[in-house]
T-cell receptor, first 115, second 114 residues
């Protein structure tokens, strides 16, 4: 069975600095999708960025980018120029290409932004 | 554009009581999901639906029931509440299944069973 591990329960960063959140996963499959979701204090999950395993190029969305290392089964999220509004829980999630609905979630990392 | 709306936002139940968590979406999505989020854990799928009249179990369905009579609504029923059902419950929807499809989430219901 696939698993997703986020080894950092909490991270903090100074405003305007860069922070990297770690995510590793375990799978025997070669075709899958990876996601980072943000959960602010309002609780509503919001998609931050996603990556297809068949793509070698790392996904980027404005200040958010990923470092996808398929062989190492690693999918870290880099947030550049951190802003106060980035403070939230961040969840890494995995979906097999063979599954139509199942998302496997990590336990989350709480990101604190220091002004 | 309301998206996915869940009610109530908070609820305290006594052991053995029943309740229904409401979920409605206005995006005309066929696919809807119920998750629970326990402290320090990732989300776990309870039930999902691929369209009106069609539902199926996820990872942790015991103690719950769902129905899907319309595209918009996907209520989650708790029968005989137990302390183990204390959690935050999220409803989500998506326009398609699988692949890189994004799921859209409601704001959650924090349920405490005492």
């Amino acid at each position: 069975a696939q698993t997703v591990t986020q080894s950092q329960p909490e991270m903090s960063v100074q405003e305007a600095e860069t922070v990297t959140l770690s995510c590793t996963y375990d799978t025997s499959e070669s075709d899958y999708y990876l996601f980072w979701y943000k959960q602010p204090p309002s609780r509503q999950m919001i998609l931050v960025i996603r990556q297809e395993a068949y793509k070698q190029q790392n996904a980027t969305e404005n200040r958010f980018s990923v470092n996808f290392q398929k062989a190492a089964k690693s999918f870290s999220l880099k947030i550049s120029d951190s802003q106060l509004g980035d403070a939230a829980m961040y969840f890494c999630a995995y979906r097999s290409a063979r599954s139509n609905y199942q998302l496997i979630w990590g336990a989350g990392t709480k990101l604190i932004i220091k002004p | 554009n309301a998206g996915v709306t869940q009610t109530p936002k908070f609820r305290i139940l006594k052991i053995g009581q029943s309740m229904t968590l409401q979920c409605t979406q206005d995006m005309n999505h066929n696919y809807m999901y119920w998750y629970r989020q326990d402290p320090g854990m990732g989300l776990k799928l309870i039930y999902y639906s691929v369209g009106a009249g069609i539902t199926d179990k996820g990872e942790v369905p015991n103690g719950y029931n769902v129905s899907r009579s319309t595209t918009e609504d996907f209520p989650l029923r708790l029968e005989l509440a137990a302390p183990s059902q204390t959690s935050v419950y999220f409803c989500a929807s998506s326009p398609r299944q699988g692949g890189r499809t994004e799921a859209f989430f409601g704001q959650g219901t924090r349920l405490t069973v005492v």
